[in-house]
């Protein structure tokens, strides 16, 4: 792929990943793990970064997250983690998944942009699952600081496009 593309891509794709942190930052301890809330916040963000990286892998084979995390987010029961993940493994897991949003964006090819992923939803190419992703981390940013404008009365900011590389 062209260089100002691959660009282009990680400079919107990282702004989504940088609104998820700012949102994942911003909030307050005691919403982070109210277990009373719905949705809860720390499982919006996990479910999010848990995405973000399966999707970035392009298939569930092979595909393992970081411990401590583990494929239960894919069972089909849609049963929660036993516990309540720390705001520092989610801020660990959002770093994990940054570096391999850019190394996956880096060296990505038309070849690989046009292979076939195929998930227990549906198929696409490897392009168009990178912008669902994308649109997917965005959905759940905003979901996020719609949560802590109604508790807390303050949102990050929105972010144009990524500052930062991993």
Same mark, same amino acid.
């Given at each position: 792929?062209?260089?100002?593309?691959?660009?282009?891509?990680?400079?919107?794709?990282?702004?989504?990943?940088?609104?998820?942190?700012?949102?994942?930052?911003?909030?307050?301890?005691?919403?982070?793990?109210? %277990?009373?809330?719905? #949705? +809860?916040?720390? @499982?919006?963000?996990?479910?999010?970064?848990? &995405? !973000?990286?399966?999707?970035?892998?392009?298939?569930?084979?092979?595909?393992?997250?970081?411990?401590?995390?583990?494929?239960?987010?894919?069972?089909? %029961?849609?049963?929660? #983690? +036993?516990?309540? @993940?720390?705001?520092?493994?989610?801020?660990? &897991? !959002?770093?994990?998944?940054?570096?391999?949003?850019?190394?996956?964006?880096?060296?990505?090819?038309?070849?690989?942009?046009?292979?076939?992923?195929?998930?227990?939803?549906?198929?696409?190419?490897?392009?168009?699952?990178?912008?669902?992703?994308?649109?997917?981390?965005?959905?759940?940013?905003?979901?996020?600081?719609?949560?802590?404008?109604?508790?807390?009365?303050?949102?990050?900011?929105?972010?144009?496009?990524?500052?930062?590389?991993?």
């Amino acid at each position: 792929m062209d260089t100002t593309w691959n660009a282009i891509l990680w400079q919107q794709f990282g702004a989504s990943i940088d609104m998820l942190e700012n949102a994942l930052v911003a909030c307050p301890d005691e919403l982070w793990g109210d %277990r009373s809330q719905r #949705p +809860e916040f720390w @499982y919006v963000v996990y479910h999010t970064l848990f &995405y !973000l990286d399966l999707y970035l892998s392009g298939s569930v084979e092979g595909f393992s997250p970081p411990a401590p995390f583990t494929l239960d987010e894919m069972d089909a %029961r849609g049963l929660m #983690p +036993e516990r309540v @993940y720390t705001k520092d493994e989610m801020q660990s &897991y !959002l770093t994990h998944g940054r570096k391999k949003c850019l190394g996956v964006i880096e060296v990505l090819t038309d070849e690989k942009a046009r292979q076939h992923c195929t998930f227990g939803w549906g198929e696409m190419s490897f392009a168009e699952l990178l912008l669902d992703n994308m649109r997917h981390v965005q959905h759940h940013a905003a979901q996020l600081n719609l949560i802590l404008r109604q508790k807390t009365d303050s949102a990050p900011k929105w972010v144009a496009k990524t500052k930062s590389k991993p």
